[in-house]
């Protein structure tokens, strides 16, 4: 067993690699282990042989569907470096990751520069506040082109650095492109702080590290570089660590040029950038360090916040073992020896054989054991004797916990803010192709959506039909084959089809009274009052009664907020509402007559009252970015139109031979869009498509929905 007793959080690193798809997140991933000797042979993704993409189907595919949490060492401190998909379909995993990271990779194409999603995931990580390293990978592709990725990266990522942070290098490329392309092949980088040449002796795939003075050819470009580094360190060197030896014309010891440098990437006002080729074995041992010189610790970031579920008075609670213990279940994942639940542990300390509560569903949960779980299953479980705050562990067969719980002490309960997701816009019908198999599709299905809270599975009120939802096609795709090779299931899928949501034309306070229950007499009252709301959650229960103050029983409150939740996701027209809020504001029970019966039945009522007559329909918008060749550009233009599409942004390239479009359209009309953008293009338009928004359904939709 593992001891963690002298766990230092100083020297931990809660790292994740996010990108657009194809960037090179995995192949970066795989060397930044191979380094660390976590893995002693280099896997490739082209070969299906990587750590973090175990999952047979993210080997045939050669992308990563489910992201991976995997503990490794360099310098003196231990990573953990969670791989993560950059597929928009997967985003869930992409979200979950950047709620319980301390620190980023982003990783970029060098000739490609900015992408759809890496606009995506640097929003992503700007809403929970996440440092970041960027990497310019693909420096040896022709037409990488370093200047040209960080400048794109100014203008659509950080346009006014006050408020943006700023991407400053401090490593450069030496060269670009291939030999076969290039007179001056990409071959090293030149680190700007200790101003040497770092060569990757190509013999060992770039293990050992060859350092030389600087090439002759890029002495004027470090110097540029250099100028750039420091006139923006020293704008925000309130300490003056290195502002009075540079205007004595010195160069400041690179511990101190760090150090600032550290801070400002802490606080984002500056995002290190360094760059590098994963296929070529250059660069990454320096971005290995930047994680240890730059990326926070878990005691370098804020205090986690939360309220007590009783009093819903704000709590904070402070990395530190000494604190009551507090954690979030950010991930849970089937496996047939019991189902594994990943903890991020935020303050105090879980123990093996300790039982945790989850104020969310005030249940208590078991915790034998504590692990610490290497991405491929072959290498399996390393059990650990405590996981203090900070670290990331896993647990065994949680009976009641779902991602994005809170787990604490009973005696020091906390409900932390719970992860959001996007809403799933896709759906499809499903069956198993014997009837023999419907309760093994009905469990499967059940397994499916304890692991992936953006996928839902629901059954049609009229039809009967069992639905599956989700964040595409490639998604619910996904699912299906794994039901086939996992459970061993034969199923038929119907075609895919948009999930539609409700929303309330206007807000309502109701007061819902029950008096019997069938012929027995009961008691519940209940004033709630629903309101529409634009948070990220798409339906919100609260309660503001104060059970201390007021004697009702907990217990009757949570089952009528249930009992709400569940009604809300349900809805009027068959679809669950959205951006809707329904809160408790007053309660009365009877000691006799009241029963938790009674309250939902209460519960019920009241959302019957506020949703008669009062439901919009909307339907899933999405961010569709075309790239193309400028000639196809009209054709791509009128054909978006055609889809009820509204343009956003038109751009051409600085070369001004191809043309970048950006267009909000109804996921109704994009089934088959990326084959006719193909067909629109002879093949040479790339298209990404994403969830943007829901609007209200024109009144055809709606009637074509009701058979009209
Ligand atoms: N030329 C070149 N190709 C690279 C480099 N890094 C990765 N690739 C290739 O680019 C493709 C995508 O690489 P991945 O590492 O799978 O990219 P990813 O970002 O993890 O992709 P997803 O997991 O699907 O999101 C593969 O064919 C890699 O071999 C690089 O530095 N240079």
Same mark, same amino acid.
């Given at each position: 067993?593992?001891?963690?007793?002298?766990?230092?959080?100083?020297?931990?690193?809660?790292?994740?690699?996010?990108?657009?798809?194809?960037?090179?997140?995995?192949?970066?991933?795989?060397?930044?282990?191979?380094?660390?000797?976590?893995?002693?042979?280099?896997?490739?993704?082209?070969?299906?042989?990587?750590?973090?993409?175990?999952?047979?189907?993210?080997?045939?595919?050669?992308?990563?569907?489910? !992201?991976?949490?995997?503990?490794?060492?360099?310098?003196?401190?231990?990573?953990?470096?969670?791989?993560?998909?950059?597929?928009?379909?997967?985003?869930?995993?992409?979200?979950?990751?950047?709620?319980?990271?301390?620190?980023?990779?982003?990783?970029?194409?060098?000739?490609?520069?900015?992408?759809?999603?890496?606009?995506?995931?640097?929003?992503?990580?700007?809403?929970?506040?996440?440092?970041?390293?960027?990497?310019?990978?693909?420096?040896?592709?022709?037409?990488?082109?370093?200047?040209?990725?960080?400048?794109?990266?100014?203008?659509?990522?950080?346009?006014?650095?006050?408020?943006?942070?700023?991407?400053?290098?401090?490593?450069?490329?030496?060269?670009?492109?291939?030999?076969?392309?290039?007179?001056?092949?990409?071959?090293?980088?030149?680190?700007?702080?200790?101003?040497?040449?770092?060569?990757?002796?190509?013999?060992?795939?770039?293990?050992?590290?060859?350092?030389?003075? @600087?090439?002759?050819?890029?002495?004027?470009?470090?110097?540029?570089?250099?100028?750039?580094?420091?006139?923006?360190?020293?704008?925000?060197?309130?300490?003056?660590?290195?502002?009075?030896?540079?205007?004595?014309?010195?160069?400041?010891?690179?511990?101190?040029?760090?150090?600032?440098?550290?801070?400002?990437?802490?606080?984002?006002? @500056?995002?290190?950038?360094?760059?590098?080729?994963?296929?070529?074995?250059?660069?990454?041992?320096?971005?290995?360090?930047?994680?240890?010189?730059?990326?926070?610790?878990?005691?370098?970031? #804020?205090?986690?916040?939360?309220?007590? #579920?009783?009093?819903?008075?704000?709590?904070?609670?402070?990395?530190?073992?000494?604190?009551?213990?507090?954690?979030?279940?950010?991930?849970?994942?089937?496996?047939?020896?019991?189902?594994?639940?990943? @903890?991020?542990?935020?303050?105090?300390?879980?123990?093996?054989?300790?039982?945790?509560?989850?104020?969310?569903?005030?249940?208590?949960?078991?915790?034998?054991?504590?692990?610490?779980?290497?991405?491929?299953?072959?290498?399996?479980?390393?059990?650990?004797?405590?996981?203090?705050?900070? %670290?990331?562990?896993?647990?065994?067969?949680?009976?009641?916990?779902?991602?994005?719980?809170?787990?604490?002490?009973?005696?020091?309960?906390?409900?932390?803010?719970?992860?959001?997701?996007?809403?799933?816009?896709?759906?499809?019908? @499903?069956?198993?192709?014997?009837?023999?198999?419907?309760?093994?599709?009905?469990?499967?299905?059940?397994?499916?959506?304890?692991?992936?809270?953006?996928?839902?599975?629901?059954?049609?009120?009229?039809?009967?039909?069992?639905?599956?939802?989700?964040?595409?096609?490639?998604?619910?795709?996904?699912?299906?084959?794994?039901?086939?090779?996992?459970?061993?299931?034969?199923?038929?899928?119907?075609?895919?089809?948009?999930?539609?949501?409700?929303?309330?034309?206007?807000?309502?306070?109701?007061?819902?009274?029950?008096?019997?229950?069938?012929?027995? #007499?009961?008691?519940?009252?209940?004033?709630?009052?629903?309101?529409?709301?634009? !948070?990220?959650?798409?339906?919100?229960?609260?309660?503001?009664?104060?059970?201390?103050?007021?004697?009702?029983?907990?217990?009757?409150?949570?089952?009528?907020?249930?009992?709400?939740?569940?009604?809300?996701?349900?809805?009027?027209?068959?679809?669950?509402?959205?951006?809707?809020?329904?809160?408790?504001?007053?309660?009365?029970?009877?000691?006799?007559?009241?029963?938790?019966?009674?309250?939902?039945?209460?519960?019920?009522?009241?959302?019957?009252?506020?949703?008669?007559?009062?439901?919009?329909?909307?339907?899933?918008?999405?961010?569709?970015?075309?790239?193309?060749?400028?000639?196809?550009?009209?054709?791509?233009?009128? %054909?978006?139109?055609?889809?009820?599409?509204?343009?956003?942004?038109?751009?051409?390239?600085?070369?001004?031979?191809?043309?970048?479009?950006?267009?909000?359209?109804?996921?109704?009309?994009?089934?088959?869009?990326?084959?006719?953008?193909? !067909?629109?293009?002879?093949?040479?338009?790339?298209?990404?498509?994403?969830?943007? !928004?829901?609007?209200?359904?024109?009144?055809?939709?709606?009637?074509?929905?009701?058979?009209?």
């Amino acid at each position: 067993m593992a001891h963690a007793e002298n766990v230092d959080l100083a020297r931990l690193r809660n790292i994740g690699v996010v990108a657009h798809i194809d960037a090179g997140k995995t192949t970066t991933t795989e060397h930044l282990l191979y380094y660390s000797g976590a893995k002693h042979k280099l896997g490739g993704v082209d070969e299906g042989t990587t750590e973090t993409d175990y999952d047979p189907e993210e080997q045939q595919r050669g992308i990563t569907i489910y !992201s991976a949490c995997v503990p490794f060492h360099w310098a003196g401190h231990t990573i953990n470096l969670i791989d993560t998909p950059g597929h928009v379909d997967f985003t869930a995993e992409v979200e979950r990751s950047l709620r319980v990271l301390d620190g980023a990779i982003v990783v970029f194409d060098a000739q490609k520069g900015v992408e759809a999603q890496s606009e995506t995931v640097w929003k992503q990580a700007d809403k929970y506040q996440v440092p970041r390293l960027v990497f310019i990978n693909k420096m040896d592709v022709v037409g990488a082109d370093f200047r040209c990725c960080l400048e794109s990266i100014r203008t659509r990522l950080t346009p006014h650095p006050q408020e943006h942070g700023q991407a400053v290098p401090v490593a450069i490329p030496i060269g670009s492109g291939s030999s076969a392309d290039s007179r001056q092949p990409f071959r090293g980088v030149i680190d700007l702080i200790h101003q040497q040449a770092l060569f990757f002796d190509p013999a060992d795939l770039g293990k050992t590290i060859h350092t030389a003075p @600087i090439p002759p050819e890029c002495a004027e470009e470090v110097q540029q570089w250099r100028e750039f580094l420091f006139d923006t360190l020293t704008r925000y060197d309130d300490k003056d660590l290195i502002t009075s030896t540079l205007l004595e014309g010195q160069d400041p010891p690179p511990e101190l040029t760090r150090r600032l440098l550290r801070e400002l990437c802490l606080a984002r006002r @500056i995002y290190p950038v360094l760059c590098g080729s994963g296929r070529e074995h250059i660069g990454i041992q320096p971005l290995l360090d930047a994680v240890v010189y730059y990326l926070p610790s878990p005691l370098d970031r #804020p205090p986690v916040t939360g309220w007590d #579920p009783k009093t819903h008075k704000e709590i904070r609670r402070k990395p530190d073992v000494k604190e009551p213990f507090c954690g979030l279940v950010f991930k849970a994942a089937w496996h047939p020896s019991g189902n594994r639940f990943f @903890i991020r542990v935020y303050s105090g300390m879980m123990k093996p054989g300790m039982r945790a509560y989850n104020p969310g569903k005030d249940i208590k949960e078991n915790i034998p054991k504590l692990y610490h779980v290497h991405a491929d299953p072959a290498r399996g479980l390393e059990e650990i004797d405590r996981g203090p705050a900070g %670290d990331i562990v896993c647990v065994i067969g949680l009976k009641g916990s779902v991602t994005g719980d809170t787990l604490c002490e009973t005696a020091h309960p906390i409900l932390l803010e719970p992860i959001t997701f996007a809403e799933a816009v896709v759906s499809q019908s @499903i069956e198993p192709e014997s009837s023999a198999d419907k309760d093994k599709l009905a469990f499967a299905l059940e397994v499916l959506q304890l692991e992936d809270p953006t996928f839902k599975v629901r059954t049609d009120k009229e039809t009967g039909q069992t639905l599956m939802s989700g964040m595409g096609t490639l998604h619910l795709e996904v699912k299906k084959h794994r039901l086939e090779r996992d459970f061993r299931l034969k199923v038929r899928v119907g075609k895919p089809r948009v999930s539609y949501r409700e929303m309330l034309r206007e807000a309502r306070t109701v007061t819902a009274r029950i008096d019997r229950l069938g012929d027995k #007499p009961a008691f519940a009252e209940l004033t709630v009052a629903f309101t529409n709301h634009k !948070s990220d959650k798409p339906v919100e229960v609260t309660c503001a009664v104060d059970t201390e103050t007021q004697p009702i029983p907990p217990a009757f409150l949570a089952a009528a907020q249930r009992a709400l939740s569940e009604a809300l996701t349900t809805g009027e027209l068959g679809y669950p509402l959205m951006h809707t809020q329904a809160r408790i504001l007053e309660a009365r029970f009877d000691p006799q007559l009241s029963s938790e019966d009674a309250f939902v039945a209460a519960a019920i009522r009241a959302y019957q009252l506020a949703t008669q007559d009062n439901v919009l329909l909307l339907e899933p918008i999405m961010k569709v970015t075309v790239t193309t060749p400028q000639q196809f550009l009209g054709n791509i233009l009128g %054909d978006l139109a055609a889809r009820r599409g509204e343009i956003d942004q038109q751009e051409l390239s600085p070369t001004g031979d191809r043309a970048e479009v950006v267009a909000r359209v109804p996921l109704a009309r994009l089934f088959t869009y990326a084959n006719e953008v193909r !067909s629109l293009s002879q093949g040479r338009a790339a298209v990404t498509i994403e969830p943007y !928004s829901y609007e209200p359904a024109p009144p055809e939709v709606l009637r074509e929905l009701l058979g009209e």
